[in-house]
């Protein structure tokens, strides 16, 4: 791997050994995994080809699959960026946001289903793998945990695309893809940190950025607990941040209250809003059962702020953003649907390059271009009144011809040739891809 930490890809001579860890930073519930993928047609190995024994709880399937399982929104943009949209056979539409995954459910190309999942993607004969994650939305022996949001940076949460790509033999389109997606981060951030130099000469200076969002706990009996505000310090969104010229928030108040340290814990309202006024950019994560009605005065309401005097809890001229800028129009075939699933959740974690550009384009708006239409959007303006855009099923033609036309920073199916072209160089090393010819070859790709 380039920058993800919580996985590992072994090739062995006729088959692959994916293996998952937990660190600090992974859920609590995170064990750690081992998927022996067998080529098919050849017999599924009991060891490595050493000799050392695969841990007793390894799990074996045979590549190519060709028919897989989505209980949750973060594989989706991953299964479509390496153009395998139609092996998905099996899908909970409450939480995608794909105009085109929402367009088969709802013209009933794939099945769907919301309750009794396990049992149901058990006893499905077209599905052979169920992408879910630390927290077991199945708990089946089809699983395959997939923890891309819970890597720590913003690019090591793309790389995940290469974990997803060995269980369809797809890795050059997966080493395509994060090789696109890191130049253009880099370059975005190249371009911020440029024009962040030449209007600020004192680093000091800089706009500062910071994610916050009101957090209400439960108590044991299920009744709501204490209030407080987060000022989110997570690495990816540090290097947001940074990415998109501005000084993140770091400092923490109390690391007492903040173990491990990944925010600013605040109980106090009047606190918070000290905090919060000396901000720049602020990033509200505040979650809202129905964003399409959260206007100007319902997201200030929920941080506390009056929306008739901002001047105590906002700096003159800040920008307050909000991640819900694209959302679902939550029209499905169940008629349960969760409301409005935002795409935050599900292509800002494949695409931190797209997601870096539309955050930079916020800050610097004149020197900066917005994604183009059909591309993923993830910040609105809250002060400037902008509300979340619902998608469904009829934007889907308008988003595939927005990645066809490489509108959208990178295309990850377009031709190897054509990619080698124009990266003669970083084929000579790399990752050992099994790709498996005959059963026993294997290639050397970037």
Same mark, same amino acid.
């Given at each position: 791997?380039?920058?993800?930490?919580?996985?590992?890809?072994?090739?062995?001579?006729?088959?692959?050994?994916?293996?998952?860890?937990?660190?600090?930073?992974?859920?609590?519930?995170?064990?750690?995994?081992?998927?022996?993928?067998?080529?098919?047609?050849?017999?599924?190995?009991?060891?490595?080809?050493?000799?050392? =024994?695969?841990?007793?709880?390894?799990?074996?399937?045979?590549?190519?699959?060709?028919?897989?399982?989505?209980?949750?929104?973060?594989?989706?943009?991953?299964?479509?960026?390496?153009?395998?949209?139609?092996?998905?056979?099996?899908?909970?539409? @409450?939480?995608?946001?794909?105009?085109?995954?929402?367009?088969?459910?709802?013209?009933?190309?794939?099945?769907?289903?919301?309750?009794?999942?396990?049992?149901?993607?058990?006893?499905?004969?077209?599905?052979?793998?169920?992408?879910?994650?630390? #927290?077991? %939305?199945?708990?089946?022996?089809?699983?395959?945990?997939?923890?891309?949001?819970?890597?720590?940076?913003?690019?090591?949460?793309?790389?995940?695309?290469?974990?997803?790509?060995?269980?369809?033999?797809?890795?050059?389109?997966?080493?395509?893809?994060?090789?696109?997606?890191? $130049?253009?981060?880099?370059?975005?951030? &190249?371009?911020?940190?440029?024009?962040? /130099?030449?209007?600020?000469?004192?680093? $000091?200076?800089?706009?500062?950025?910071?994610?916050?969002?009101?957090?209400?706990?439960?108590?044991?009996?299920?009744?709501? *607990?204490?209030?407080?505000?987060?000022?989110?310090?997570?690495?990816?969104?540090?290097?947001?941040?940074?990415? &998109?010229?501005?000084?993140?928030?770091?400092?923490?108040?109390?690391? !007492?209250?903040?173990?491990? !340290?990944?925010?600013?814990?605040?109980?106090?309202?009047?606190?918070?809003?000290?905090?919060?006024?000396?901000?720049?950019?602020?990033?509200?994560? %505040?979650? @809202?059962?129905?964003?399409?009605?959260?206007?100007?005065?319902?997201?200030?309401?929920?941080?506390?702020?009056? =929306? &008739?005097?901002?001047?105590?809890?906002?700096?003159? *001229?800040?920008?307050?953003?909000?991640?819900?800028?694209?959302?679902?129009?939550?029209?499905?075939?169940?008629?349960?649907?969760?409301?409005? =699933?935002?795409?935050?959740?599900?292509?800002?974690? /494949?695409?931190?390059?797209?997601?870096? %550009?539309?955050?930079?384009?916020?800050?610097?708006?004149?020197?900066? &271009?917005?994604?183009?239409?059909?591309?993923?959007?993830?910040?609105?303006?809250?002060?400037?009144?902008?509300?979340?855009?619902?998608? *469904?099923?009829?934007?889907?033609?308008? #988003?595939?011809?927005?990645?066809?036309?490489?509108?959208?920073?990178?295309?990850?199916?377009?031709? #190897?040739?054509?990619?080698?072209?124009?990266?003669? =160089?970083?084929?000579?090393?790399?990752? /050992?891809?099994?790709?498996?010819?005959? *059963?026993?070859? !294997?290639?050397?790709?970037?």
């Amino acid at each position: 791997m380039t920058v993800a930490s919580d996985f590992s890809v072994h090739y062995d001579t006729y088959f692959k050994v994916v293996r998952t860890y937990c660190g600090a930073h992974t859920p609590y519930s995170c064990v750690p995994h081992t998927y022996v993928l067998t080529l098919c047609g050849a017999t599924a190995p009991t060891t490595y080809t050493n000799g050392t =024994a695969f841990p007793e709880d390894a799990k074996h399937f045979t590549i190519p699959v060709t028919g897989i399982g989505l209980p949750g929104s973060t594989p989706v943009t991953f299964v479509e960026m390496l153009d395998l949209r139609d092996a998905i056979e099996l899908v909970n539409p @409450q939480y995608v946001h794909s105009p085109c995954v929402q367009k088969l459910e709802e013209t009933e190309q794939i099945d769907t289903v919301d309750t009794d999942w396990a049992a149901r993607a058990a006893a499905h004969e077209d599905v052979q793998v169920v992408f879910t994650d630390s #927290w077991n %939305t199945a708990q089946i022996d089809k699983d395959v945990v997939f923890d891309a949001s819970s890597d720590p940076g913003a690019l090591a949460r793309a790389e995940w695309i290469k974990f997803m790509s060995v269980f369809f033999n797809e890795e050059e389109k997966a080493n395509l893809y994060f090789a696109r997606e890191k $130049a253009a981060f880099e370059a975005t951030a &190249a371009s911020t940190a440029s024009l962040s /130099a030449a209007l600020y000469a004192d680093a $000091a200076n800089r706009k500062t950025c910071a994610w916050v969002q009101k957090y209400q706990s439960y108590n044991a009996d299920w009744s709501l *607990g204490a209030i407080e505000y987060h000022v989110s310090y997570s690495v990816y969104k540090q290097e947001l941040c940074v990415g &998109a010229g501005m000084t993140p928030a770091t400092d923490a108040v109390d690391l !007492a209250l903040d173990a491990p !340290a990944y925010k600013m814990v605040f109980t106090s309202l009047a606190d918070f809003h000290a905090k919060l006024v000396t901000y720049d950019v602020i990033i509200d994560e %505040t979650y @809202q059962s129905a964003p399409l009605d959260a206007t100007k005065d319902v997201v200030l309401t929920s941080l506390g702020i009056d =929306a &008739a005097d901002t001047s105590g809890a906002l700096k003159a *001229g800040a920008l307050l953003l909000r991640v819900d800028a694209h959302v679902t129009d939550a029209v499905t075939n169940l008629t349960d649907a969760n409301s409005n =699933a935002l795409d935050w959740y599900e292509s800002a974690i /494949a695409r931190p390059a797209l997601v870096l %550009t539309d955050l930079a384009h916020r800050a610097w708006p004149d020197d900066i &271009a917005a994604p183009a239409a059909g591309c993923s959007r993830f910040f609105r303006d809250v002060l400037a009144g902008e509300m979340p855009t619902a998608n *469904g099923k009829d934007q889907c033609d308008t #988003w595939l011809a927005a990645e066809t036309e490489q509108m959208c920073l990178n295309n990850p199916v377009l031709p #190897w040739d054509a990619y080698l072209e124009e990266n003669a =160089a970083s084929k000579t090393l790399g990752h /050992a891809l099994a790709l498996l010819v005959g *059963g026993v070859a !294997a290639l050397l790709v970037a």
